[in-house]
């Protein structure tokens, strides 16, 4: 007992060219425990994390770090006091190796040189004490975002970090590589290693969490014991509001009937992204969610249906004839839109207005004479910002700006607002708060319900079991099974029927 706190955050006030972002807040960390901190987008979770690793600097307030008063001018002052980061915006270069990544700033020298052999093998063995199995030898860029995730967490790790960060690791994770997550969690736990653990999703914070911590606007509304608490205590906490049975599925009236014409098709597709002999269906009207480990196919059937990726063999069909669609620009000519995982990178002008983002695929129907119409235009960037909730000071602000999870709700507005015949998207709801999600979901319905085709892939399978009229599961670039919504009883079945039980 009296052993000082790993982490004390007192006070802490923070604003961004005069908009108070922190008011107060008070955060306290104990030595071995896993405390989680939510909250809404925006509501200023990574900016206090930001503060204690480092990146920026509060306008009032202390910390304290193992009971000593610290004051950190930059990060390195941070890591020097034993605290690591796993960023949500990765902090990694594409184009060097995963070991490089890892050891980016203090890589294992020999006679001055960069020790490239040592430095693979201290990454494999990091890799390996998380329980992971990838080659640390391979280029970043070949690799799907999950790797680039856990490659973030070895980064840290390998500074030996007593406090570590996570901001909302299991983003892009999907259940298995979790899994592999929280036993490393309990592990660098047992070796009293403190964890802050910023997530949206409730499943993992009773999971792995000792205790929590919620934020709303910038100001701490409740911190307790995870176990003294309900998961509706937690979301009205987040929210501000009550919620019931936020992520419930049910059955919709309009869902297309049985023998009715494919919207698309897919007939044994094969392809040397890993798409191995697929075949599907997707009506007009229908939702299809798309269940799968990493590498099963999911986002690989994606990137070939929107002319990303060309296929070997098999074809694809779109309203009874040869779609034809050799690269995204025809793609979305004939009505297909996808949400892309990493749509940090592919999504966004970051640079640009919020306004601008998200009417850049709007824009032909907005012109007039070539023009932009900007009353047209500024009511639906409007109407977006306010259904999605997305928080901001201004819509002429550039998106970069903007929280985590208010990126992705751009992103996926702009799509949204273009209505197309086929929607394919890929983790809709990654980073993107409990409040949000269910009105995400909504609007998926919506869609549908207009006569809209759309697939659905997502990890989480509470989310794709709450919108999916049917599932099909994938594995090893073909689908495995075809399920009917109703036939499926719980998230437990179905995580047997992508493990293949
Ligand atoms: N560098 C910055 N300049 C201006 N505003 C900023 C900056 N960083 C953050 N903000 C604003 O501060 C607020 C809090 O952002 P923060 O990233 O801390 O939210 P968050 O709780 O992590 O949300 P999310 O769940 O979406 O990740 C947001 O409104 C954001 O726009
Ligand atoms: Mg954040």
């Not at 999907?174 to 653990?197: H, N, P």
């Not at 709007?362 to 639906?380: E, F, I």
């Not at 928080?391 to 903007?402: D, G």
């Not at 399920?483 to 992508?498: G, K, P, V, Y």
């Amino acid at each position: 007992m009296n052993s000082p706190a790993a982490v004390e955050m007192h006070g802490i006030e923070k604003g961004f060219a005069g908009t108070p972002v922190l008011r107060g807040v008070d955060f306290t960390l104990a030595p071995g425990e896993v405390h989680a901190l939510a909250g809404g987008n925006g509501a200023g979770k990574s900016t206090l994390m930001k503060i204690l690793q480092g990146v920026h600097s509060p306008d009032a307030g202390g910390i304290r770090v193992g009971g000593r008063k610290v004051e950190f001018g930059a990060p390195r002052d941070a890591e020097a006091a034993g605290i690591g980061m796993v960023f949500q915006e990765f902090s990694l270069v594409p184009t060097l190796t995963v070991a490089r990544n890892i050891f980016l700033n203090h890589e294992p020298r020999r006679f001055g040189l960069i020790d490239d052999a040592a430095m693979v093998r201290r990454a494999r063995e990091i890799l390996t004490a998380m329980g992971v199995q990838f080659d640390p030898a391979a280029e970043l860029s070949s690799l799907a975002t999950g790797y680039w995730q856990l490659t973030e967490i070895a980064k840290a790790l390998a500074l030996d970090a007593k406090v570590l960060i996570m901001d909302e690791p299991t983003a892009s994770l999907t259940k298995t590589e979790s899994e592999a997550l929280f036993e490393l969690i309990e592990r660098l736990k047992d070796q009293g290693v403190s964890i802050v653990y910023i997530s949206h999703r409730m499943e993992e914070i009773y999971r792995i969490c000792d205790r929590i911590t919620v934020l709303r606007d910038g100001g701490v509304v409740l911190t307790d014991d995870v176990s003294a608490l309900t998961p509706e205590q937690i979301v009205e906490a987040i929210v501000g509001r009550r919620m019931e049975n936020a992520l419930e599925w049910q059955e919709r009236d309009s869902r297309p009937t049985d023998g009715a014409a494919p919207l698309l098709e897919v007939r044994n597709l094969t392809a040397g992204n890993g798409v191995t002999d697929m075949s599907l269906r997707l009506h007009a009207g229908e939702i299809l969610g798309l269940a799968g480990l990493m590498g099963s196919g999911r986002t690989e059937l994606a990137r070939l249906v929107f002319g990303i990726d060309r296929a070997d063999s098999g074809q694809i069909l779109l309203r009874g004839e040869p779609a034809g669609i050799s690269n995204p620009r025809i793609a979305i000519a004939k009505g297909i839109a996808l949400v892309p995982e990493d749509r940090r990178r592919h999504g966004l002008v970051l640079e640009h207005a919020v306004r601008d983002n998200l009417l850049l695929p709007a824009l032909g129907g907005l012109t007039r004479g070539g023009m932009v119409d900007d009353k047209r235009g500024d009511s639906l960037a409007a109407q977006l910002i306010e259904r999605l909730q997305i928080k901001l000071s201004s819509p002429k602000r550039p998106v970069r700006l903007l929280s985590g999870g208010n990126q992705q709700k751009v992103v996926i507005g702009k799509w949204l607002a273009r209505e197309p015949d086929v929607l394919i998207l890929d983790e809709p709801t990654a980073g993107v708060d409990i409040g949000t999600k269910t009105e995400i979901i909504q609007r998926i319905r919506e869609l549908a319900d207009a006569g809209k085709a759309v697939i659905v892939i997502s990890s989480e399978l509470a989310e794709l079991l709450a919108v999916s009229d049917r599932v099909l599961v994938l594995r090893r670039g073909t689908v495995t099974a075809d399920l009917d919504r109703r036939d499926i009883a719980d998230e437990e079945s179905l995580q047997l029927a992508i493990q293949g039980v």
